[in-house]
């Protein structure tokens, strides 16, 4: 009976130690991606609109410069497939692209990708109600030929051009509403909330001050780490059960 004892509390140290790794490294890390660093910290020189991450992000200031450009090197990706953009709807896509490579908060939704280019991706971040809206609301006048803009591009001359059949369109003819918008775009990377600002239960693309997203994952890490305790505390009676029959 020595042996199993001895097993069993080897056991139970190491894994009682992932168990509370997990939850603080989802609380601030990075996600496993073409652009992002291994880990987040200060980043003073972030440009304009990434510069509200400065004090702890995921993006570099080089990052952050191209994040602001038209084709830039991160991804190649043309705003302009059909015609020149609104310079108000581009500011909510470079503002998306700041939040997805700078935020170290998205822990609790990053989930494994099969991607050549990452090897993590983030599912259903709720977005504020204010973020989507106005996002939906400035580009509802602009043209696009496809509502996902994750796949199916035509990329032969090294940028994104519509697909052969794709005819390029209003934008509220290819997203009804802004939940369609801001669900189908990226492969459901967000999820369209009713949550205002004021909630703290909603992830904010745009702020000022202390990034407020710190606490938004922390009630959802909190809230989904039931699921994982209980995962875990079966795993442990059901090892219990084949150590003790050694």
């Not at 056991?11 to 168990?19: C, R």
């Amino acid at each position: 009976m020595e042996r199993p004892s001895r097993v069993w509390l080897v056991f139970t140290m190491l894994l009682s130690f992932p168990l509370c790794s997990f939850a603080l490294d989802k609380l601030n890390m990075c996600m496993d991606a073409k652009h992002h660093k291994i880990e987040p910290g200060p980043e003073g020189e972030l440009y304009l609109q990434c510069a509200p991450w400065r004090e702890n992000a995921c993006c570099t200031a080089n990052t952050s410069t191209e994040a602001h450009e038209d084709n830039s090197y991160l991804y190649n990706f043309n705003w302009n497939h059909c015609g020149i953009m609104s310079e108000k709807c581009k500011q909510h896509f470079i503002q998306d692209t700041c939040f997805y490579e700078c935020s170290p908060h998205l822990g609790p939704w990053i989930q494994p990708a099969d991607n050549t280019w990452r090897r993590e991706r983030i599912l259903d971040v709720p977005l504020c109600l204010e973020d989507c809206d106005s996002w939906y609301n400035d580009c509802k006048n602009d043209i696009t030929c496809k509502e996902n803009w994750h796949k199916g591009w035509n990329w032969t001359s090294g940028t994104n051009r519509c697909p052969a059949g794709a005819k390029c369109e209003k934008w509220t003819d290819i997203f009804p509403t802004a939940q369609s918008m801001c669900e189908k775009i990226w492969s459901n990377s967000y999820k369209y909330t009713t949550y205002t600002k004021d909630s703290g239960r909603c992830m904010q693309m745009w702020f000022t001050g202390q990034n407020p997203n710190r606490k938004v994952a922390e009630f959802y890490l909190n809230h989904g780490s039931r699921t994982e305790v209980a995962m875990m505390t079966s795993l442990t009676l059901s090892l219990a059960v084949l150590l003790s029959m050694l």
